[in-house]
């Protein structure tokens, strides 16, 4: 009895020394799996950006002049599927002149973006993830014209990205969201990253599937805004109104 007492304390020994050998071995192989990972060059993905679900976002038409031809800034993002390389220096905001530039994800968190070699701007996605642009304007007085650009199209037009287009405007210590391709006045399709094959630019006419995974900023200065000349009144009081008229410039 002592002795097979004996032997079966020894056998479950054995077997407890051998388990916790092959799990010492599990967490060894384990790690050295993940530094050869953490080591490894990135494997990417390419990625574009398909005509997503409609989203409220209204807008009006103003006039407003540039003061140049030329874009004060331009700056390209390139965006592909994968993983940020190990120890990669990463920020969250482009600097364009007093506009500073940001790609955020759905709930407003910004996205991480580095440098490349060539010193472009690169960021890694997730497929069927949702995106959008956000530029404020950090002036107190200037106002400037955004023109950008998805995977080559006009994110107004979804014509071919020019720099004679025009586009949305940010006026002092405000925020533009762009949220997607606009569908009309009232409502764009969400940006969404998807396969290249799925991609907007991909499946419409003026888009070419070569163009994909790139976003395109231009920044433009507007011209100060002039005020009209005061018009002559015949019966001031009896024009009046119900509100404040705006300001004119007096002769």
Wanted: hydrophobic share 35%; aromatic share 8%.
């Amino acid at each position: 009895m002592i002795s097979s007492f004996k032997r079966r304390v020894l056998l479950v020994s054995s077997l407890i020394l051998l388990l916790a050998g092959c799990s010492t071995m599990r967490h060894q192989n384990s790690a050295a799996a993940d530094a050869a990972e953490m080591s490894a060059p990135t494997s990417e993905q390419r990625l574009g950006t398909e005509w997503g679900e409609s989203i409220d976002s209204r807008v009006v038409d103003v006039e407003a002049s540039r003061l140049s031809s030329s874009p004060t800034r331009i700056a390209a993002i390139y965006y592909s599927g994968g993983k940020l390389p190990s120890g990669a220096s990463t920020f969250a905001v482009v600097p364009l002149a007093d506009i500073e530039m940001r790609v955020q994800d759905e709930r407003g968190n910004n996205m991480k973006i580095m440098t490349n070699s060539d010193g472009g701007y690169k960021m890694y996605a997730r497929e069927g993830e949702r995106y959008q642009l956000a530029f404020y304007n950090r002036s107190n007085s200037v106002t400037y014209e955004i023109v950008a650009t998805v995977d080559g199209l006009d994110v107004l037009t979804g014509q071919p990205g020019s720099l004679e287009r025009r586009g949305y405007l940010v006026r002092p210590r405000t925020t533009l969201l762009i949220e997607g391709f606009r569908k009309s006045d009232s409502a764009v399709a969400a940006f969404r990253f998807a396969k290249p094959d799925e991609a907007y630019a991909a499946n419409s006419a003026a888009g070419d599937v070569n163009n994909v995974g790139v976003i395109g900023a231009a920044v433009f200065t507007i011209a100060p805004e002039e005020l009209p000349d005061c018009q002559p009144q015949a019966f001031p009081a009896s024009n009046s109104g119900r509100y404040a008229p705006p300001p004119c410039r007096k002769p």
